[in-house]
Structures are given as C-alpha cells and as structure tokens.
C-alpha cells in the first residue's frame, strides 16, 4: 500500500497533553497535511496548554492563541494580513475545540465563512469543554455523563442531541466541508489535500476521543475512534460543490459496542441504548437521502 500519511513532523516531543489524546493526534495529522508553510490559530482549549509554555512550544509552526469567541475573527484577519504581505502561499488554520466552535465561537466561523476567506478552520471535537472539567458542551452526544450532566440519582445525563456543526456549515453552503475521525487517518490526509487545493473557507470537523473525559484506556483512542465510524454515530462525509459523499464503512458494528467501551455511557440501561441506536440510524438515512440528492 502507498504512504499516504506524509512522514514530516511538525508536532514534536515535550508537549503536555494527556496520554492518548486524541486531539493530539488530530494536529498532529493536520500539521502533516498542511505542511511548514502554516500557521495556526487556538483559541482557549486544551489546545492552549498542550503545546508548551513560553517560551518553549512543541508546534515548528507559527502559533496564534486567541481568546475563546475569536478564532474565526482571528483566521480572518491573519489571512488578510499574510495577502497584504504576499504572502498568500502559507495556510491559515484554525484549531479549536468542540466548545469554542459549536457554541462561543460560531459567530466568528460562520461570519469568516460567510466572508470568503481563505482559511481552513479545523474542529477538534473531544465532545465537552475539557479543559477546564468536562463539562457539557452542544457537540456533547445525547446520553453522556459529563460534570455539568452528572448521573446521580436524578440520571441527568445530557437530555439534548449532540449539535453536529459540519452539518451546520453544509447549510451555509461552505466551500468544503469534511467530517473525519483519527482511526482513520489516510481519509483524514485525503481531506486536507483536498482542502488545501480550495482557495475559500473550508470547515473540517475530526472525532478527538478524550480517555479522562470520555472515561476509557488511554490504549484504546484509536479504537473508540474506528468503533465511532464504524456505528454510524459520528458519520464519515465530504461535502463540495453542492454535493455530499458519505463514507460507508467496509464493516459496520453495533453503536452499544461503541457506547460499552467508555464510562460516560455506563449509566445506559438497555432501552436508552436503543433510542440512540435508533436516532443514530435516523440520521445515516437523512445523509443517504442528502447524498442522492
Ligand atoms: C470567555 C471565556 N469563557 C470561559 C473560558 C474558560 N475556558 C478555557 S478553555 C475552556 C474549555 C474549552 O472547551 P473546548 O473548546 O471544547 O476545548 P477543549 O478544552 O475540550 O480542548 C473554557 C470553558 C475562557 N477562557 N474564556
Ligand atoms: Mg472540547
């Protein structure tokens, strides 16, 4: 089989994220993808503190931290900026998490959309504000525990739908948009290849399991991710021109395999399993639909 995952570094030892972080991984990939003529953009996350603290930091790229609203102001600007310069060669990336973009920050993303920019915004989506205690956030799936939807005797485990913002981004008729995951890392370098060949917005959001938040062996970050596309309940798609292409996995498994293996989901009796097994197939229709149309 031929590499497809460049074999050039630009993440390096020495930062301070957790073992088996998936959003480690997720920028660890996109840096492959994008390459040394990159900069990049954080907003308050995990992301903030992972890379190091001044005056060291573990990226060999250019690193903009934003407050948490700003990171699609801040990819506007920064771009603008680099065009003046003639610069228009290098990538502005945004990399912010699922807190920073499915809530404080979609203003920012779907107004620096909505302005054409040139720019990749990338969402690291580890599904609840982690860096600051697991608390919920609107990219959080129905049925977790977090700290802010604590399963005491009450069970209050989130009672809302997980807000899927790459589909969000699909109505607003970005450029390209993509949904990937980590398991599958050649389909994710497919996509930056691809993103990177657009000049406008592009909007990719990558599934970062998170072994403190999601309650899991570090070991299995790799697996939870695969298991994830493999149920259905984080769907594999690309979305261009008009046009949606969903990944339909070569094997397919049970969601409750995926929803056993994680300690957020251990509070699920049997029938709450079967409303998420059936609100995930809901939604696989409603992308096969989209797909044909
Ligand atoms: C305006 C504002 N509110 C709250 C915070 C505190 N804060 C820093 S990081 C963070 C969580 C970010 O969650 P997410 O975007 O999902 O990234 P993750 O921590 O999961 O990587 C919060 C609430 C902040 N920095 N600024
Ligand atoms: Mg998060």
Redesign the pocket.
Known sequence: MPLTIPREEYMQQGHTACAGCG?TLSMRYVLKGMGPKSAVVV??????VIPGELPYTSLKVPLLYT???SAGAAISGLREGLDAQGKQDYNVIAF??????????LQGLSAAVERGHNVLYVM?????????GI?R?G?TPYGAWTTTTPVGSKRDYKRENKKFVADLMMAQNAPYVATAAIGFPEDLERKLSVAKSIKGPKFIQILSP?PP?WNYNSADTVRVSRLAVESRIFPLYEFRNGKLTLFKPSKTVPVSQYLYLQGRFSHLYDSEVKVIESAVEERWQSLLRKEQV
């Open positions: 959003a907003p308050a996350s995990c992301w903030s407050p948490f609203a912010a998490g699922d807190g920073g973009t499915a809530d404080i920050g690291y989506d580890n599904e609840a504000y982690m860096n600051t608390q956030s990219s998170c938040g």
